[in-house]
């Protein structure tokens, strides 16, 4: 009875997720779908390829679109664009050294792009990245400080542990409050933004500042032996590893679990999910904490093994920058690693930019600003071409 | 503005709030003004931080080219209207989520600030000029309270004017029928692109004379910190104030003043919260959205169309 049931409820969920995909994406066109089923004909679809070469094929043709308005705009300040261009590759991928800086770099935007990837796929736009990597940071360093004679390895863990935590904390309150409270969560993320950042200033000010540091308030530093060491003999560190584990974790629950099944019907259609049985609000809860935890692991990364201690550079921009990376990737998590990589790459360049072309450090955001732009873009052209549409005899 | 409250002790605090209510409300004026337009026609302008930033750049840098401080009030509102007939080009796209553009606009927006502002941070512009009410008075602190821009006065008159736009002209009514039922409005033979275009470049137009505002003449320079989030606020805040234009002109009184008591608090020694203070306006707002909203129903005010992607 119990599992007749739950049979009943996923036919429905199938039903309900065809029909929702009719009116959006579909990958059978209906007007030869249709009639074919209608005449009884047995249908013999063809390797499915096209939709896939779309989902690649638009967003790489958009990075183009955005180099040549990109190139555009160098040439109208006086710049020679391929020149600008060599610089950024010259100092993104030139050398193992300049691959390794890009790498640190990209370390915590896979992290953070997380927390926008996840949440989107429940249909919540959550921007609240920064908010939580400050809060991962913070109080990862508040219970690092707190043992100072344990080994390296267990501070590790209890800091990891309580930045995944925190941010993850952080996040599931978004989500609970959308689902129980209607609470917008953009909004409410990007208040909660400034709340963090308020927090982790009044913290490092006062609460847990360490008097030397005069210029650039911080926290007492984690003492070194403590800190999370560079992986051999490069620069770079467990973040790396960190921000490629979560990535794949993050796709295979997506793709290959029944929570992520859940999650993309609830953002797919609500009313069908809810319908269907499944109860949206711990599902949506979950899946904001975990997004959390992403970015939290990102700001226990940059004090543990970068800033080593909590300080206002926490707030350097990866969190909107994550928001960048997860809308370029499509909010496919593995896409995510690419992403974060070329834009890692991009954000290391701002400096050799500065220095060969006098071109001031902004540009790298104003670079950003059109790939977003004409990233939005493209995603109005899926559909529109029918080169890219599935093909059925 | 908060320094000679010194000398006046306690008082200083609730006249530093007053001065801040009026001085640091009105740049929230305008942009809640110009993101209350963009919602009633149903569409969410995240971008206006972009346009806040973009406005406070080029009006100084106008100012400070032409030496006519309204001449850069001008330019500022141009390059608003610009930035917002992107957004609302892009926004109205199929498939494209409009809070995702503003996301979008604001990294392009502040990044064209800062690229060709940098070379404007050291001159100094020319201000705009103040009314000077406090001539009366003898007293330094209430002088410079009562110094006041008239682009404030502008802003009041134009949160009564928007109020009256929406109830009683029939342009105003056609914004509204856009942003509550688009398909009525396209029925009744309303281009609800054009209207919403109209609407959200307009809103824009707004946004950036609240960024000139802020490089004009409080706090009165251009750097890459002029602004303290307002944009981001505005949206915020027009929630806060049920898409009601006379209600918004109250919540940035309300803003500006709470965003002064901090800087207040410690000029008379209470510092030991002074960052979180700093947080108020925003852990405020948040509270208020936590209380009043609902996931059984929509807000009262809230137009139809609004994230609903029609």
Known sequence: ?393 | MNQPTDQLGWLGVPLAILAGAVGGGTPFLFVSLGECLTEKSGKINLGLEGVLITGAMTAYAASYKSGSPWFGVLVAGAAGMLLGFIHAWLAQKPKVNDIAVGIGMISFGSGLAFFFGKAFIQPLAPQLPSFDLGGWSANPALKAALKICPLFFLGVGLAFAMDWFFKSTRWGMFVRAVGDKPDAARAMGISVTSVRTLSIVFGSFLGGIGGAYLSLFYPGSWTERVSGGQGFMAVALVIFSRWNPVQCLWASLFFGGAQALGPALQAVGVSGYYYLFNASPYAFTLAVMIATCSSKRSLAGQPGALGSGA
């Open chain 1, 1 to 393: 009875m119990v599992a007749d049931s739950g049979g009943t409820a996923r036919r429905r969920i199938c039903f309900c997720i065809q029909i929702d995909m009719s009116d959006s994406d579909s990958t059978v066109p209906e007007s030869v779908a249709a009639p074919a089923a209608k005449a009884g004909l047995r249908r013999i679809s063809l390797p499915r390829w096209r939709g896939k070469l779309e989902a690649v094929a638009l967003p790489a043709g958009a990075i183009v679109v955005s180099l040549v308005l990109f190139g555009l705009f160098c040439a109208a300040n006086g710049k020679n664009p391929f020149a600008v261009f060599a610089s950024i590759d010259k100092a993104a991928f030139g050398s193992w050294y300049a691959f390794q800086n890009t790498l640190v770099r990209a370390a915590p935007l896979m992290l953070c792009a997380l927390c926008t990837a996840i949440p989107i796929r429940l249909g919540l736009v959550i921007i609240g990245n920064e908010g939580a990597l400050v809060l991962g940071g913070l109080c990862a360093t508040i219970i690092g400080l707190k043992m100072p004679s344990a080994s390296p390895a267990s501070v590790h863990i209890a800091m990891a542990l309580t930045g995944a935590v925190a941010g993850g904390v952080w996040i599931a309150a978004i989500g609970a409050l959308k689902h129980y409270r209607g609470v917008n969560e953009t909004i409410c993320s990007l208040l909660m933004n400034y709340i963090a950042i308020a927090l982790l200033s009044q913290a490092v000010n006062t609460w847990i500042k360490d008097p030397a540091s005069l210029n650039k308030p911080s926290s007492y530093p984690i003492p070194d032996e403590q800190m999370l060491q560079p992986l051999g003999e490069t620069s770079i560190h467990w973040g790396l590893i960190f921000g490629l584990i979560a990535c794949g974790i993050a796709w295979f629950l997506m793709q290959k679990t029944t929570f992520g099944f859940k999650v993309r019907t609830i953002g797919a259609n609500i009313r069908a999910a809810q319908i269907a049985g499944i109860s949206v609000g711990p599902i949506t809860v979950m899946a904001c904490f975990l997004a959390g935890m992403c970015p939290g692991l990102a700001g226990m990364v940059e004090v543990a093994a970068v800033q080593g201690s909590a300080n206002e550079a926490l707030n350097a921009g990866y969190g909107y920058s994550g928001i960048l990376v997860a809308f370029l990737a499509r909010q496919n998590p593995l896409g995510c690693i690419l992403i974060s990589t070329l834009l890692g790459g991009l954000l290391a360049s701002g400096g050799a930019l500065q220095r060969d072309h006098q071109l001031p450090d902004a540009t790298i955001l104003v670079f950003e600003g059109i790939v977003f732009v004409v990233i939005l873009y493209s995603e109005s052209l899926y559909g529109r071409w029918r080169f890219f549409q599935e093909r059925t005899v």
